[in-house]
C-alpha cells in the first residue's frame, strides 16, 4: 500500500474506466470518509458541497448510489438525504435501496436479544462516566472517546458478560473509540460490497467499474473482497497496513475526488456511483 496520497492516480484509473465506456459504483464509509471524525457522533453530517457532489453522481443515468456505515440505517438516511442512494446501515446487516430492502436472517434473529443487551449497558452507563450507548435495530455502540483507561476495562467486563449468555449468538467490533456489539453473522461490510457489485453488474447489464472509500478498520473487510474487482482507497493519514490498494490523506482531498468524478459523469453521463 502506499505511504503517501494517491487521488491523482485514482482519478486517473477513474477516468480510464470510463473512457472505456465502463459504469462506476462508487461505494464508501460516512463517518472518517465523508464527514470528520469527532468526539460526538450524532454532531456528524454532511457538508452541503459533498452532498451536492453525490447528488450529482446520483442522477447519473447509469450510476448507482450505495452508502455503507455502521450506524443504524434510519440513522444514515437522515445524515444523507439524497434520493436514489442504496443505504447500507449496521455494516452490510441491513440495506434499504430505491427498489429493494435486505435484512441478513441470522440478525433479525439477535433483534430482541440485542434489545435487551442495549437496555443493560444503558442502565450500567450511569456507573461509567463518559460511556455512551447508542442502540440501533441490529447492533448496539458503546462508545467510549471520555472514559478512562480503567473504566475501558470495567466496560469490557460488562460487554463479555452480556454476550456470554446461553444461546446468545452476538460478537464484538472494536472501532475508533467505540465498541459494538453486532450478531454474530457471517456477513460483513465486504460479503455485502461483493452483493452489491453483482445485483449492480445484474442490473445494468454492463460492465461495472467499483470504487470503495473507507477510514475503519471494519472497511478492510471490504478491501480484502473486493481485491482484483475494484479500486480500493484507504481515506486517513495514518500508516497502518491496510488491504487498499491506494490512500488519500484527508477528507478535502474525498471531497476533490468526488467533486472530479461528478463533473466527469456530468460531461458524459457514463457512470453511475454507489456509496457503502
Known sequence: MATVSDARHVMTLADTCLARGES????????GTLTPIVDDPSEAW??????????????????????????GLDD???????????YVGCHG?????????????????QVEVLREVARALLERAPLLD????????????????????ASRRQLEDELARAILQD??????????????????AGWNKGTCALWILERTRRELGAAVR????????TDEHAFEALAGQAITVRVGNDQRASKADYRVETIEEVQGLLATLAARVGESGLASVGIL
Not at 167 to 184: C, N
Open 130 to 149: 463518559g460511556m455512551r450507548v447508542e442502540p440501533k435495530r441490529l447492533a448496539v455502540a458503546v462508545h467510549y472517546r471520555h472514559l478512562s483507561a
Open 93 to 109: 446487516l441491513e440495506v434499504a435501496g430505491p427498489d429493494f430492502t435486505f435484512s441478513h436472517p441470522e440478525a433479525e434473529g
Open 210 to 217: 467499483a470504487l470503495y472509500l473507507g477510514d475503519d478498520w
Open 167 to 184: 444461546g446468545v449468538r452476538l460478537k464484538i467490533f472494536h472501532g475508533t473509540k467505540v465498541v459494538e456489539v453486532l450478531p454474530a
Open 24 to 31: 462506476l459504483l462508487l461505494m464508501t464509509d460516512f463517518d
Open 76 to 86: 444514515l438516511r437522515r445524515r444523507v438525504r439524497i434520493p436514489g442512494v442504496t
Open 46 to 71: 454532511l457538508s452541503d458541497v459533498m452532498r451536492g457532489h453525490l447528488r450529482s453522481l446520483a442522477r447519473s443515468p447509469r450510476s448507482r448510489v450505495s452508502i455503507v456505515s455502521g450506524r
